[in-house]
């Protein structure tokens, strides 16, 4: 959402604060924005030996890797960002003990370092707060005008796909209401608030009853976490508002003009403050 938004002349917010609470994706963004040469030049040296490897050595590197303690916040980074782009299927799973625990990926010519995205995502990011939190926490500075994003560990739709290991402590169903309840208090503020989660159907229950007449649509995704090839595809994801979708962009434009403030939050890859998993704000 913030790269989306940092992205568009029109909608560039003034002032944005994205937050995770995975310590070492915002550890990746702080050194993107912060020492971005020498994550390239860390990150090189670690792919180059990778892909210069056969597949046996690629795994034992891989291995290596994943088990290692990294030595400073640069390496932190460029370890994570390899361990993302040579993983299965790019899942990012801990442990309860917090251990990063996904499999190799096996990837014939994984893209592990692409300088130009990097240059792009240090620009972008020059000047933004980054913080890690939780959500309630977070977003308890936001006020009339701010624009949220909350983007949190999806429920599952299934006993069977279960999947909220994101950090070492799960993102439950108690976690999950107590988001909502935020978001009701957000909008009570005159917040604009909005989130992206799975269309389970509890879930779509809670935000179809509510009476101050959230937006809520469905749009399809593709998904390639699923152990068999043939099981992966779009599945619809929920996306809930407290405003009029068709205001959407007139709002940002105006908080992007310096009228009033607005707010993007991000999880799993670059963006958000002010909530879970990836949640932000701007202004």
Sequence with gaps: MFFALAGDPDLAPRRAVLNDANRELVIVYEVVRDEVDRL?????????????????????????????????????????????????????RVNRRGEFNVPHGRYLTPRILDEPALHAAAAALRGVEITTGDFEAVAAGASAGDFVYFDPPFEPLSKTSSFTSYTEGAFDRRAQV??????????????????????????????????????????????????????????????????????????LESAASGSSSSSSAATGSPAGKKAARGTGRTK
């Design 178 to 251: 107590r988001l909502k309840w935020l978001i009701d208090d957000l909008t009570d503020r005159g917040v604009s608030a909005m989130l992206s989660n799975s269309a389970a159907e509890w879930l779509v229950g809670v935000y179809e009853g509510e009476r101050r007449g959230y937006h809520i649509e469905r749009t399809p995704a593709r998904r390639a976490i699923n152990s068999r090839g043939d099981r992966r595809g779009a599945i619809d994801e929920l996306i809930v508002t407290n405003y009029s979708p068709e205001l959407s962009r007139g709002r």
């Design 40 to 92: 390239i030049a860390r990150l090189g040296a670690i792919a180059q030996a990778y892909l210069a490897a056969g597949p046996e050595e690629r795994s034992e590197i891989y291995y290596a890797q994943r088990a290692r303690t990294p030595e400073d916040r640069v390496d932190t980074a460029a370890r994570f960002i390899f361990l993302n782009k040579t993983c299965f299927n790019g899942l990012y």
